[in-house]
Antibody, heavy 121, light 108 residues
Framework: QVQLVQSGAEVKKPGASVKISCKSS????????MHWVRQAPGQGLEWMGI????????TYAQKFQGRVTMTRDTSTSTDYLELSSLRYEDTAVYYC??????????????WGQGTLVTVSS | SSELTQDPAASVALGQTIRITCQGD??????ASWYQQKPGQAPVLVIY???NRPSGIPDRFSGSNSGNTASLTITGAQAEDEADYYC???????????FGGGTKLTVL
């Protein structure tokens, strides 16, 4: 079955960077885009960006431009999200989610289990 | 950038029907997808496209669309349907996506 498995929880200091991984299995990795979504404690879902199947093109939400980098390693079917210059408000659960699409329709399925990033001094 | 608007909260009596709505300009161009999220869990896709359910999602979940509004309907709500529900859609003019603010559904 299609599965996305993310790396474990991280604790970082303000100003540091964090890199989260998302390993895919059960489907052709290079046939799908991947989204990253985050959720601050008690808050809603926030779309961060998307990487294309070959890994050579990304689109980031304006809020994160300049601080976020999405990459992928097609040899290991793994996506990475790096967020730099961490602030307290970056404390959140970060999810990867596979993109699936049809004409005029896109959806995220499945989702990784989430990675908690805590920014604390 | 586009926005999607959802009511923050809704409630339904056990076994009754509830419609959760999502409004936004991008819904005039693209279909929304809907996600159910229970506490401490990752979101799960429940509706996508015009009105499609992934395997394993009960048929009491359905979707509909009209103008700038997408709706998720639960017909005969069950206790296990108590959760947060989020809509999502691609922006109509840019390669980016947006989530609605979410609706917290209580089953009474």
């Amino acid at each position: 079955q299609v599965q996305l498995v993310q790396s474990g929880a991280e604790v970082k200091k303000p100003g540091a960077s964090v890199k989260i991984s998302c390993k895919s299995s059960g489907y052709t990795f290079t046939s799908h885009f991947m989204h990253w979504v985050r959720q601050a404690p008690g808050q809603g879902l926030e779309w961060m960006g998307i990487i294309n199947p070959s890994g050579d093109s990304t689109t980031y939400a304006q809020k994160f431009q300049g601080r976020v980098t999405m990459t992928r390693d097609t040899s290991t079917s793994t996506d990475y999200l790096e967020l730099s210059s961490l602030r307290y408000e970056d404390t959140a659960v970060y999810y990867c989610a596979r993109d699936v699409s049809a004409v005029t329709s896109w959806w995220f399925d499945p989702w990784g289990q989430g990675t908690l990033v805590t920014v604390s001094s | 950038s586009s926005e999607l608007t959802q009511d923050p909260a809704a409630s339904v009596a056990l076994g009754q029907t509830i419609r959760i709505t999502c409004q936004g300009d991008s819904l005039r161009t693209f279909y929304a997808s809907w996600y159910q999220q229970k506490p401490g869990q990752a979101p799960v896709l429940v509706i996508y496209g015009k009105n499609n359910r992934p395997s394993g999602i009960p048929d009491r979940f359905s979707g509909s669309n009209s103008g700038n509004t997408a709706s998720l309907t639960i017909t005969g709500a069950q206790a296990e349907d108590e959760a947060d529900y989020y809509c999502n859609c691609r922006d109509s003019s840019a390669f980016l996506w947006v989530f609605g603010g979410g609706t917290k559904l209580t089953v009474l």
